[in-house]
């Protein structure tokens, strides 16, 4: 279990992709790696929201944020719906 505050590294996910690296690369971040501090935890401004509330075609879970120190996207740099595979201590 991770704590708001924690610097963590995204290891799953697009984030973690090959794909993200190039992204970055043309938005001039040379050797981008996902890392960031936790900004959100489960449990924190929401819970499980089933479909037949949040009118989507899926259940929507709880889940991890984190801000990123660089974002291969320009503007923000927060990262959302990460479940607690997707990242790790740095």
């Known amino acids: ?3 708001i505050g924690d610097r963590v590294i995204i290891t799953g996910g697009f984030f973690a992709t090959e794909e993200a690296k190039l992204k970055a690369i043309k938005q001039g971040i040379e050797n981008f790696v ?3 501090n936790i900004c959100k935890i489960p449990g924190d401004n929401d ?3 089933p ?3 949040s009118g989507n075609t ?3 879970w709880d889940h ?3 801000t990123l120190d660089e974002s291969p996207f320009s503007g923000d740099k927060r990262v959302n719906y990460l479940s ?3 990242i ?3």
Do not use: C, Q, S
Request: net charge negative; hydrophobic share 40%.
């Open 1 to 3: 279990m991770f704590e």
């Open 34 to 36: 996902p890392i960031g």
């Open 47 to 49: 819970d499980f929201i």
């Open 51 to 53: 479909k037949e509330e």
């Open 58 to 60: 899926y259940d929507m």
């Open 64 to 66: 991890y944020g984190v």
């Open 84 to 86: 607690e595979g997707d």
């Open 88 to 90: 790790t201590l740095a």
